[in-house]
């Protein structure tokens, strides 16, 4: 009857081993997911700084352009 108690058991063993290769491999596929998702970000990042460095270029030239508009007066006058 000791047969019993140890085929018991080494289904629970058998049972933790694949639970463990189970999170084993979910555990490698989310540091991949991770890995490519941080790449995404650094490269929407680095977009989004570029973007906001040539958004502040363009300001700046509208802002000289402006500047060098004529003065109008406050009011014209229909003659």
Not at 13 to 38: K, Y
Not at 61 to 66: K, N, Y
Request: negative net charge.
């Amino acid at each position: 009857m000791q047969d019993a108690p140890d085929a018991h058991m080494s289904a629970q063993i058998d049972a933790v081993i694949e639970r463990t290769e189970r999170l084993l491999l979910r555990h490698e596929e989310l540091t991949r997911t991770n890995a490519l998702l941080q790449e995404q970000l650094d490269a929407l990042s680095h977009e989004r700084d570029t973007l906001k460095s040539r958004l502040a270029a363009a300001r700046s030239r509208i802002d000289a352009l402006i500047e060098r508009l004529p003065e109008q007066p406050a009011e014209q006058s229909a003659s």
